[in-house]
């Protein structure tokens, strides 16, 4: 059946090895999704359209110089498309923190005539922790708790509706330093972008399929469990009861031992974490399968 589908098999005995799966474990993006992100929004915390934070997000994915995410590439095509790419020439590239799972978020430091100018973008929580400030109609005040409200809620307002949204924060000061704590810090909120993703169409079918022939799919991912839960509804996996990957750091391996099988989504995932859950459930007994292609696969 593999060889009518053209498939190359380099060890034969990896056939009856997927042949005894009975629990698959995949990412979401590319996999459940179709992997042709769109840039649809940059907006500020209350959700108006704003180009400056487009500037913002281009010069971080255009002077990154790790291996251009899907992120990174819909931001550079919807720049091209609307000519913002000339604006990468009016700087010189200064600085730059890689993206990395632990982090989860990059950051690139350029200059101009105008002075310094450190620029990160990446997963909220951790965008936020580096904030002090927020920027609102050209406006810098203090972070607060109402004001931090304001941002997770139009944070959670885009992902329930199935976008993948990263935070973008800057400030105007740089100093040369060994330390990323210290050039990712008191630093200012300026906006969102968001990206759709969506469902492929035959995924539903698929699953329903798996599920006949006594497979389990469990999803573990990195993005936030708003957008993984809209996703899960519409290809019909529960996604009502989510662990994140900070629950799971909280849990020994005796709790987890206990939850895994009546858990179908894991969401804010990093590598490790998705080792752990793969690690757990073979010994509970579990033929595991595990399919993604990110770089946190």
């Not at 053209?6 to 034969?12: D, F």
């Not at 599920?211 to 996996?237: E, F, H």
């Amino acid at each position: 059946s593999l060889a009518k589908k053209k498939t190359l098999v380099k060890k034969i005995e990896s056939i009856q090895n997927l042949g005894a799966i009975d629990i698959l474990c995949t990412d979401k993006t590319g996999t459940l999704t179709e992997n042709k992100i769109i840039l649809e929004k940059y907006i500020d915390a209350k959700g108006k359209e704003n180009n400056s934070i487009l500037e913002y997000a281009y010069l971080n994915s255009y002077y990154s110089t790790g291996i251009k995410n899907l992120v990174d590439k819909a931001i550079l095509d919807y720049a091209k498309k609307n000519n913002l790419n000339k604006l990468g020439k009016e700087y010189e590239k200064i600085d730059e923190i890689p993206f990395d799972y632990t982090r989860k978020k990059q950051t690139i430091v350029v200059k101009n005539e105008s002075g310094y100018r450190v620029i990160t973008k990446g997963a909220l929580e951790e965008v936020l922790s580096s904030c002090s400030k927020i920027k609102i109609d050209d406006e810098v005040s203090q972070i607060d708790a109402s004001r931090k409200k304001i941002i997770e809620d139009k944070a959670i307002e885009l992902a329930s509706i199935g976008m993948q949204v990263l935070a973008i924060s800057e400030k105007l000061e740089y100093t040369n330093s060994n330390s990323t704590s210290k050039i990712e810090s008191e630093m200012t909120f300026v906006g969102f972008v968001g990206f759709l993703d969506p469902a492929k169409k035959d995924v539903k079918n698929t699953l329903v399929n798996l599920s006949k022939i006594g497979i389990q799919t469990k999803i573990l991912t990195g993005d936030n469990p708003y957008a993984t839960k809209n996703i899960c509804n519409l290809v019909g996996l529960n996604g009502n009861d989510i662990l994140l990957g900070s629950d799971i750091d909280k849990l020994t391996d005796e709790e987890l031992l206990e939850k895994i099988d009546t858990i179908d989504v894991f969401a804010r995932m990093n590598p490790l974490q998705k080792e752990r859950i793969v690690s757990l459930y073979k010994r509970k007994g579990h033929v595991v399968g595990y399919m993604g292609d990110g770089v946190n696969d």
